[in-house]
């Protein structure tokens, strides 16, 4: 527990001391959609639990835990993002004794948006779309009762209007427990790769009439290096704590510090609650729960969580594992 606190201290000063910095970089990459949660428990919870994901949501935060689950699992999830964007989320991981592969697909849409311009700011009668996917493959292996370590490889993909990004990047985690204590670690770096090159033209309305453009500047990854840490506080039959705490240091912002804990009992009833720290638009923690049922010999698990920004307003998250 000393070295959880010692952990979220010195995580604090440094996100103190480095935030005015990183903000200098906010918006110079794309693949921004990589960055939004997929799963409701890691929401609730304040992206707090890379050190913690054991189930299908592995795949995206650390790919390392995959190999850390009770068995094969089956995810799904969705999320009602903010101006009507939506996000799908699915996962499978199947376990071969220390070693497991997982399949995962990410995929985020705006929906129709109305196309306006300084010269018809009302609508110009056409309608457009973005679409985002990153698909990727995961091979995770528990080298002892200690210690895993995961590699996820992924397809990315933006689309707007006819304009499209496609590049590929790499996941990687380990993590380690500290022997019987509760205590456990991980580390990982997301979205590492090239740089995406623009393909396809696209027409914009000027004084000289309709001109098509095509883009030439190239999009980086939004690089992301994780330090996670999860703690048992309470675990007996009836009653269980975690705390969890994660820094991230993304290479387009500034450092932030994520904070949550999880209750749960008779592991049947979930409560959760989660904080961010260095997120401007956060004011109230993020909130959620879940329930665990029997289902056809199996053990089906729902999900649910609430995060509300200050002006962008609220977002609702379903999910729903199967363990198999």
């Known amino acids: 527990m000393g070295l959880l606190f010692l952990f979220v201290v010195g995580s604090t000063t440094s996100l103190k001391a480095q ?34 994901a054991m189930d299908g949501s592995s795949l995206y935060w650390n790919p390392a835990l995959s190999a850390e689950t009770n068995g094969s699992e089956f995810m799904i999830s969705h999320t009602e993002y903010v101006a009507g964007i939506q996000q799908d989320y699915f996962s499978y991981i199947q376990r071969i004794n220390s070693y497991a592969i997982g399949v995962s697909v990410q995929y985020l849409g705006s929906g129709d948006i109305m196309e306006t ?27 002892t009762d200690l210690f895993s370590y995961g590699l996820s490889f992924k397809y990315l993909l933006e689309k707007v209007e006819e304009i499209q990004y496609q590049s590929g990047a790499i996941d990687f985690g380990f993590a380690y427990r500290v022997g019987d204590t509760g205590l456990r670690f991980a580390v990982g770096i997301n979205n590492f790769g090239l740089d995406a090159t623009p393909e396809g033209t696209t027409s914009r309305e000027s004084l000289d009439g309709l001109k098509e453009i095509e883009p030439e500047t190239n999009t980086s990854l ?34 932030q510090l ?7 009992f008779m592991d049947q009833f979930y409560l959760r609650t989660g904080y961010e720290f260095g997120q401007l638009e956060r004011r109230m923690p993020s909130l959620g729960g879940g329930v665990a049922v029997p289902f056809a010999g199996r053990t089906l698990m729902a999900d649910y969580a609430y995060t509300r920004f200050e002006r962008l307003g609220q977002i609702h998250r379903i999910g729903v594992r199967v363990s198999l």
């Open 19 to 52: 935030k005015s910095f990183g903000q200098d970089r906010a918006g110079t990459e794309g693949f921004q959609f990589t960055k939004i949660p997929v799963d409701p428990r890691s929401a609730a919870m304040g992206n707090s639990n890379m050190a913690d």
């Open 258 to 264: 994520n904070i949550g804990a999880e209750y749960s």
């Open 222 to 255: 939004p690089t992301r290096f994780h330090i996670g840490a999860a703690y048992d506080l309470v675990k007996n039959q009836q009653n269980k704590v975690i705390l969890t705490a994660q820094v991230t240091n993304p290479s387009d912002n500034a450092e």
């Open 117 to 143: 311009t300084e010269f018809q700011p009302f609508g110009t009668g056409r309608m457009f779309s973005t679409h985002h996917m990153a698909a990727g493959l995961s091979v995770a292996q528990k080298v």
